[in-house]
């Protein structure tokens, strides 16, 4: 990564937002902003952490390997962001990869600055260990989908997840610009299920596809398949429960 000309407000990420006003020259005077090109990894699993990042423009995602030649995408981080976190801990190695899906500009804290914020900033602390809650629940649910709800349930609900975060365009597509395999990636499934899948819902008027660009049309039907999946999820916990423990 190449350091970048951009110079942040200090005022528009998770952490800038939650500081104490005192501390942000401490910020200002030790953080570094990066350039990041489309596909650049801005930190990688198994990598020595040496601080925290903010995504101060572009999107990026955050995965793990799943398998030799796989990918689980965690989850997505758009402008002001908090990535790298789960680096935080004991084990001082990324536990995720972080890749740029578009040219951005990311704003680097190092830890040992990061630490010190934590202590300083209470409601910074706070809000940080919120964000782990919801992120620990979320983890925990894609868990159980991935074990028990059908893939074109898992689908459903990865077009959902990306419309509550980043929105729609002037023309009603989801506001990412992500290919197949990111989806596929997401939705813990391979390529070639989520196109014939993808395809699937598009013939069904559930959907529609421009180039990368995702639509959904009918909201209701998409939910219907997520409540199937979820129903299923809900009696593969019963069943599991009937089985006596001496067999």
């Given at each position: 990564m190449k350091k970048s000309k951009h110079e942040c407000s200090l005022d528009g990420c998770f952490l800038c937002r939650l500081c104490l006003k005192e501390?942000?020259?401490a910020l200002r005077a030790q953080r570094q902003n990066f350039n990041v090109k489309k596909g650049e990894v801005i930190f990688r699993e198994g990598d020595r952490v040496t601080g925290v990042y903010f995504v101060y423009e572009g999107n990026v995602k955050v995965h793990k390997k799943?398998?030799?030649?796989k990918e689980l995408i965690i989850r997505f981080a758009?402008?002001?962001a908090i990535i790298g976190h789960r680096g935080l801990g004991s084990n001082s190695y990324y536990p995720v990869t972080g890749t740029a899906l578009e040219n951005g500009v990311v704003c680097f804290i190092?830890?040992?600055?990061?630490e010190a914020t934590l202590k300083v900033n209470?409601?910074?602390t706070y809000q940080l260990m919120m964000f782990f809650a919801d992120e620990l629940q979320e983890s925990e649910r894609k868990m159980r989908n991935l074990a028990h709800m059908p893939v074109k349930g898992r689908v459903a609900q990865a077009l959902f997840s990306l419309k509550d975060k980043f929105g729609l365009t002037?023309?009603?597509?989801i506001d990412i610009d992500l290919t197949r395999q990111d989806l596929a990636s997401y939705a813990g499934a391979t390529y070639e299920t989520v196109f014939r899948i993808i395809n699937e819902l598009s013939n069904e008027g559930m959907i529609s596809t421009s180039g990368k660009s995702i639509k959904i049309?009918?909201?209701?039907?998409?939910?219907d398949?997520?409540?199937d999946g979820e129903l299923l999820n809900t009696n593969a916990g019963i069943f599991k429960k009937k089985i006596p423990i001496d067999l």
């Open positions: 501390w942000l020259p799943w398998g030799s030649d758009k402008k002001g190092p830890i040992e600055l990061f209470h409601e910074l002037s023309e009603g597509y049309l009918n909201p209701e039907s998409l939910s398949i997520i409540n």
